[in-house]
């Protein structure tokens, strides 16, 4: 099946909005670089489509990485939604556990609290009753 000439000129309407893009972008040279060689390289990567469903799709993904760049001013693709496990942690700089036992010190939970020294025998609610 041919490309539709409604697809055609979607595509070519996305690719003169890439070169525009281009064109006006706020970053370093480099960047506004990427932009027209990675367009001219997905456009040249796709030329052989030919089902108008594909065609959409592509087009679809060309508009919604032209506006995540230029909401985020960032033109590079974005990692998304990578499942767990995906990426190894590295292993931390210090050695052994990065947590602390508690020493007898602290206490236990079975402990009962005891009063804070502040307040010198008096309870915290008594400082707070309304008077009439």
């Not at 960047?31 to 060689?37: F, G, N």
């Not at 190894?88 to 010190?105: L, N, V, Y």
């Not at 025998?121 to 309304?130: F, Y």
Request: proline share 9%; glycine share 6%.
């Amino acid at each position: 099946m041919m490309a539709t000439p409604a697809s055609r000129s979607k595509a070519l309407a996305l690719y003169r909005k890439l070169l525009r893009t281009a064109r006006a972008w706020p970053g370093p040279a480099a960047e506004k670089q990427y932009i027209l060689t990675e367009s001219r390289n997905q456009f040249e990567a796709n030329r052989h489509l030919a089902q108008p469903e594909e065609i959409d799709r592509k087009i679809f993904e060309g508009e919604s990485r032209h506006d995540i760049a230029w909401h985020y001013k960032i033109p590079y693709p974005r990692l998304h939604n990578f499942s767990a496990g995906t990426f190894t942690e590295k292993p931390s700089r210090i050695a052994g556990p990065s947590f602390e036992i508690p020493s007898d010190e602290m206490g236990t939970v079975d402990d009962k609290p005891s009063k804070p020294s502040g307040l010198k025998g008096r309870l915290p609610s008594s400082s707070l009753t309304m008077r009439s």
